[in-house]
């Protein structure tokens, strides 16, 4: 079985690797406007790239590996007066056409004849359901801050309470994400494993249910984000929005440095709190040295609550302009409406791009961001107070996501028709969620330590009616690192076909540590390293009446670990020679090898200039989540430890999923669409 895969592996590997898609295409045919008869070697530019194309004896012409955007193309040929057909927009994975008539002249006029391009409400090309958003709208139309803001009003997506994307009703983890062309989820969990910030977004595809083979690990839905390259001439913006400008009595920069409106607990409140103790033991720490700033200070580095974004672009100095950057950040700072509830993030994204050659073309992606947060508590109220020779001011929980990624990418141009790309990231995961802890308690007059022990559930109040309670209650350390290279090369054949095709290999070092709430505490600890890898063949046939994406993935994972056949049986009973019975635990097996081949197709049919039709069926892989394969399977010690059972032997999840719609123009400005689909999941 081992070597029928490596065969198949191999005829998927010839031709290049998996690389998600970044670049869309342009399309069209030139004319003479006299008698409509097609034209031959008319040179078509895009005046924004330096790239272009020539047209053939049918007049058509093709221009591929276009990054997505808004640009001007320069129809020029001798005899016939030049054409500038502006505003033609590219999208990630589509085919923009135009359709340009020219005008013979005998006398060469200096100005260009101008053509508008207005964007279609209805792309023929697409056979399953997706929403594109451009950059400009994001950062100057939508009402949003983040990432999965922007997500939470696409169509056919929810948004929990916690945040989480959901599309057409699939579990939280159900969705894949890519920057760039690069996978940027969370092993551990499967969520979101990179920030980006909104001002850095060029455009973001949203593919709902069904999607082609160069897609993978997913089962109800792929977000395909690329961002910002720099720009020619120099830009800078700077923006602020703020809720409110007024002092509110829950403001995290005003409590933070106001302590003199904190208030020793009343007799009352004592004796609640002491029950509360008693009852759940909650108690948690907070430690402001981890801000790096005095208790006096303004943590924050913003007076008020809000969200600060900047960004700046332009040629690289000295470069010639051949090399130019983007960056962009946004500081938020958002309060709770309840109190001691905030968030504090900061996301930064850049971008270098460098045409070493006309062929040649170099980037370098840079992301880091990091959120610190504390979700409100209705136990918050009995907060306490400490005595002005403490140190500390208040014990909750503390939690800090950090995320970075860094992407190395190679474009090489081979022909017209013909470009490869070479990536290597390394993408890193930071959760953590904990309670700093403190000095023992000490009696005041005598010194003595009013408990030795781990304090828990204790209290201490002081002669001055100051109230403590116990140490530190709960910590967890989460951390992945990712390492992902990819190649992929893409091929317009002919007029009619174009072939993508690649590989991908990954390898995951997943890190868990936690130390539970005393006193039965959840001690976890782990450390592995996963591999995966995925291959895809893919063609799209482009007819003047029907659109077809047919293609085949193959994926595969390694969890590099051991398992028990049967979970449900993981002790045994031995006798020995003298007749002696004992219980041991089952001997582990290695876990095999996880993989599978998964059939994709797709139809579009336009019926009418302002109607199409389309068609999908695909059949879906994706890892579980790691965490599930290895939470807490040592074993060590049920009674002390998390009960539950992590088990590495885990099946893939596996979709299969049908799709139909149909899109309508409505007018000049609105369309319709409506969609059915049917998904089938096992292994759940």
Not at 567 to 580: A, F, M, R, W
Request: charged letters at 20%.
């Amino acid at each position: 079985m081992l070597k029928k895969v490596i065969n198949c592996l191999f005829l998927l590997m010839i031709a290049g690797s998996v690389f998600a898609g970044t670049t869309g295409k342009i399309v069209g045919t030139v004319s003479q406007q006299r008698d409509g008869e097609p034209l031959v070697g008319v040179n078509v530019a895009i005046l924004e790239l330096g790239m272009g194309a020539a047209t053939d004896a049918d007049g058509y012409f093709f221009i591929t590996n276009v990054p997505p955007g808004s640009y001007t193309l320069q129809i020029s040929y001798i005899g016939y007066q030049t054409v500038e057909y502006r505003n033609v927009n590219v999208s990630v994975d589509q085919t923009t056409e135009v359709r340009v008539p020219m005008q013979e002249t005998t006398v060469q006029l200096e100005n260009a004849i101008t053509v508008v391009a207005e964007r279609p409400l209805i792309q023929k090309d697409i056979t399953s359901k997706r929403s594109v958003i451009d950059g400009s709208q994001i950062a100057d139309k939508l009402p949003v801050s983040t990432l999965n803001e922007v997500l939470a009003i696409q169509s056919g997506v929810t948004r929990d309470e916690d945040g989480g994307i959901h599309i057409r009703g699939g579990r939280l983890g159900e969705v894949t994400y890519l920057v760039d062309g690069t996978y940027v989820r969370n092993p551990f969990d499967n969520s979101l494993g990179g920030n980006v910030d909104v001002e850095a977004i060029q455009e973001m595809e949203v593919i709902s249910g069904t999607f082609n083979a160069e897609y993978g690990n997913a089962l109800s839905g792929v977000v395909n984000i690329v961002t910002k390259e720099g720009s020619p001439e120099y830009k800078f913006k700077l923006q602020y929005e703020s809720a409110q400008l007024n002092s509110s009595p829950y403001h995290q920069a005003d409590w933070q440095l106001q302590l003199d409106d904190v208030k020793s607990l009343t007799p009352d409140q004592q004796s609640d709190f002491r029950d509360l103790v008693r009852s759940n033991g909650e108690s948690a720490y907070r430690d402001f040295d981890l801000f790096d700033n005095s208790i006096t200070g303004n943590i924050v580095g913003v007076d008020v609550a809000g969200k600060l974004n900047a960004s700046v672009s332009g040629p690289v100095p000295g470069s010639g302009n051949n090399a130019h950057f983007f960056v962009a950040g946004t500081f938020r700072n958002e309060e709770s409406p309840l109190p001691y509830g905030f968030e504090l993030d900061r996301v930064l994204s850049s971008k270098l791009t460098v045409n070493i050659l006309p062929t040649l073309k170099f980037q370098l992606n840079a992301d880091w961001s990091t959120l610190w947060y504390q979700d409100y508590n209705h136990q918050y109220k009995y907060w306490q107070f400490f005595a002005n020779s403490e140190p500390e001011i208040g014990s909750y929980p503390i939690s800090r996501d950090l995320k970075t990624r860094f992407t190395g990418k190679i474009t090489h141009t081979l022909s017209k028709s013909t470009f490869y790309n070479v990536s290597l990231s390394r993408i890193y995961n930071a959760e953590r969620n904990y309670v700093p802890g403190r000095s023992v308690v000490t009696d005041p007059n005598t010194g003595e330590l009013i408990s030795s022990d781990y304090l828990t559930r204790g209290f201490y109040q002081g002669l001055d009616g100051s109230f403590q309670i116990g140490d530190v209650r709960y910590w967890r350390n989460t951390h992945s690192t990712t390492l992902d290279f990819d190649v992929d090369v893409i091929s317009q054949m002919n007029r009619y076909n174009q072939v993508k095709t690649g590989i991908e290999l990954r390898q995951h070092t997943i890190f868990r540590h936690r130390v539970g709430m005393p006193p039965r505490e959840q001690l976890e600890f782990f450390e592995q390293k996963p591999v995966e890898f995925a291959a895809y063949l893919q063609d799209k046939i482009e007819l003047s009446f029907l659109i077809v994406n047919l293609g085949l993935r193959f994926d595969m994972f390694d969890a590099k670990d051991t398992y028990f056949s049967d979970p449900g049986k993981i002790l045994q009973t031995v006798t020995n020679s003298s007749g002696e019975t004992s219980i041991i635990t089952v001997p582990e097996e290695n876990v095999p090898l996880r993989y599978k081949f998964s059939p994709r197709i797709g139809l579009a049919h336009p019926i009418s200039a302002t109607t199409v039709f389309h068609f999908a069926y695909g059949q879906f892989f994706q890892i579980p989540r790691y965490y599930d394969l290895y939470r807490n399977n040592g074993l060590d010690d049920l009674l002390a430890n998390d009960p539950l059972i992590g088990n590495p032997g885990l099946e893939p999840e596996e979709t299969t999923a049908f799709e139909a719609g149909i899109k309508q123009q409505l007018g000049a400005d609105y369309a319709l669409e409506v969609t059915a689909y049917y998904k089938d999941i096992d292994n759940l």
